[in-house]
Structure formats: structure tokens, C-alpha cells
């Protein structure tokens, strides 16, 4: 099964354009960090995935800018052409099916998806 969810931010203003037929694409990047290492504290490089999105989410990507927080969902594909050389050219990435903004909580980075799996401490009602 070829499914990818990505959670990163937006690189730079969506490439947003239309084909001539007139539906709408977008072209953009998303950079998703890989956290620190445990042992120095030091973080990874993030990762920088090219998306390309069609119509409708496509549209919606012209709303969002630089540095929008993502969830991006969709799948990997690869490309090829001849290129003017002759040889074989091969582009990498992911075709889009859905975009949803995540909202940033005041105060630091953690977005809920930090606490996912923590216990709740509260009170039972029974």
C-alpha cells in the first residue's frame, strides 16, 4: 500500500498555477524535522519532500504561506522523461490527496501530537 503522511512545515509560498485545461496545480515543500538525537541532544536534519496537489486542494494551498504547519496525506510517485541530453530523468514526490493546517499551541511546539499515547491524569467520574 502506497500511503504517506507527512507533519512539517511549509518551505516557502506554494507554487500555485493552472494547466491548460484550466485545473488548478501546486507545487510546493514540506520540511519535516526528525527530532534529536538521545544521546548528544543534537537534531537530525530534517527532510525536505517535494508535494505536488491538483484542483480543489491545489486552490486551497494558495491560502496558505511560509511556514504553515501541515499535515499533508497522500502518496509517492516518480516521474521520468528524456531529458534534453538524452538521458533518463527521474523526479521523485509526493502527490497530495489532502492538506490540513495544524494550529501551533502558544508557548513552544508542542502541537498535541507530543502527548499522543501519555496518560491522563484527571479524575474518574465514577
Known sequence: MNK???IGN????PDVRS???GKAVASFTVACNNGRNRQTGEEY???YVPCEAWEKTAERMGEMGKGAYVLVMGKIKTR???GQDGKK???TYMAVDMVYPI???SGGTDNGFN???QPVQEEIPF
Do not use: F, H, I
Open 4 to 6: 504517506v503522511e507527512l
Open 80 to 82: 521520468s522523461w528524456d
Open 103 to 105: 494550529a501551533k499551541m
Open 45 to 47: 536534519a530534517p527532510d
Open 19 to 21: 494547466t491548460k485545461s
Open 89 to 91: 530523468q527521474y523526479k
Open 10 to 13: 511549509l518551505t516557502k509560498e
Open 115 to 117: 502527548r499522543m499515547g
